[in-house]
């Protein structure tokens, strides 16, 4: 492999200190209080309106210790163990997290709305002893759990409002509450005995999107999270504001939202608001009501807010919009910065499996069709399908080597062997990255659909397919023709609720025409199109292309 064809970030390196993640987070997080407030300021505030809890960094330290404590005494919580984190966003999440951290356990986050089914899954392949639940779970966890492990012995919940009492009158007998937990006798601290130990053990197992499969759990070690908040910051830090407030509405389960938001934020002198779940009305309330400048959001939110008709609030506050997940298109990006001249989108690129971040746009340097620079300390290559590595500024599957590889799938051997090769994790995104380090993603691997020879990708039909007044949202698949012997490309649309459409099928086959005339012949719907209600999209805003392609709706093919 010729070492020129190897890109190097060209973001100065950094240096990634060997701590734990707890040592290390609130290490930093003493420094910001210290120098960069004249008073402190919460790093977590309750989204809820009305609401008025927060959470200080001498809290969160306070109850940390003393949760972890709680847990190794009274619960026999140990370094090994594994810990199931069943929650939905709260201003206690990192709470949790860090004292399981502190005890040299792992946490593994779940989707709160997960079915009794689909926790059973992951407790059971990621070998969890414990699980951290809201109240509103506990229920489907005690299914979930049954013949697994005990309950509610093993089990811990976190009070949320309001709903706390009522939900647990159900549950007897009932687990206990963190709050029950908190003990001050002396534990056995996570302490490394070395470097490899700490190379060796996850802070997190998290598991994937699920877009394509089966959800895979990726360990990330205490190094690799570290490394990657500080990649993060690296360039986030330069999004400054006086009074930061970020808006925190990705979920805290994903490692978008758990590591570049919730763990790299506050270490750029943000205070967080924790927001449930999305909400349109109560996030451009909590806009206004915190005066914040900045959030995280991936496409679908961003689309919506771009065609937003009115709103009542108030949001000139915001001044950074970070998009990651899935691709966003450059036309989405023009029309929300048209609409809301103080914004800025900043695209980045991750994967579950590189604790997640690679690339980022870096303010003042931002190019509106990448999906960032490279990250520090990052190589990047770009090969072809037979592995070939291909020449700077080539098409193909991007693959990535640094701190922040993951440590490999838990319990999958195999599929670890096949994704992370000579080093470099192969991502099977395709795309580019281009002399000054700017990464362009143009689609999966898997999902780019293949018309007689030529290869179409969905995400950039999509792109256009957003800017039709008519067209809400939109999904494009491949759907194999067996008299043509090739795949067509099909849209799914979901059409303008606003419009007195009387016939659907009209206004869909105008839109078809429409960007038919727009593209090149080879890319042309003609695999016809179905109008639906909603685009199937998994938690973190991903399309389900493979629910689309095997759904038997019956469709138009022109
Ligand atoms: P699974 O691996 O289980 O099928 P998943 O790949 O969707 O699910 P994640 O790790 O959450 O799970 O998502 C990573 C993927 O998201 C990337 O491989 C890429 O396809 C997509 N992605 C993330 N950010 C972007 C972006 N800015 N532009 C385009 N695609 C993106
Ligand atoms: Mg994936």
Redesign the pocket.
Known sequence: MKDSNIFKSRLPSIEIPHQDLPTFWFSQMRQINLFMHSSPRPVFIDGIRNSHERLYLKQMQTMCLQLASGMFHDMGVRAGDMVGIVLPNTIYYLVCTLAVQMLGATCTPANPAYTADELRFQISHSGAKFVIAAPTALSTIKQAVAGILPYPQNVLYVPTANHTDTLLNHEQPCPRSIFTLLCDKPFSRFQPQDLKQLQRTPAFV???????????G?MLSHYNVVANILQGVSVQKQMTASNRTTLAVLPLF???GLVLMAHSLPLCGSSLVIMRSFDMSEFLYNIEAHRVTDTLLV?PVINALAKLNSSEWDISSLKWVI??????SSSTIKSLELKYPHICVM????????S?GL?LNVPGRRNQLS??ELLPNLECKVVDDKNNVLSIGSTGELCFRGPNIMMGYINEYDATKHIIMDGFLH???V?RIDPTGHVF????KK?LIKFNGFQVAP?EIEGILLQHPLVRDCAVVGTFCSKRQTELPRVFLVLNQDEKLHDKNSVAEQVVEWINSKVAYYKRLRGGFVVVDEIPK?A?G?VLRRVLKESTVSSNVS
């Open positions: 998290c598991y994937s999107s699920g877009t394509t499969g089966l959800p895979k990726a994903h490692s978008f496409p998009s990651g997940a899935s691709p966003l695209q980045g690129y991750g994967l579950t499996e590189t997640p690339s999906s960032g991502t099977g995104d795309g993603v143009t689609d999966r999902e995400a998994n973190s991903k």
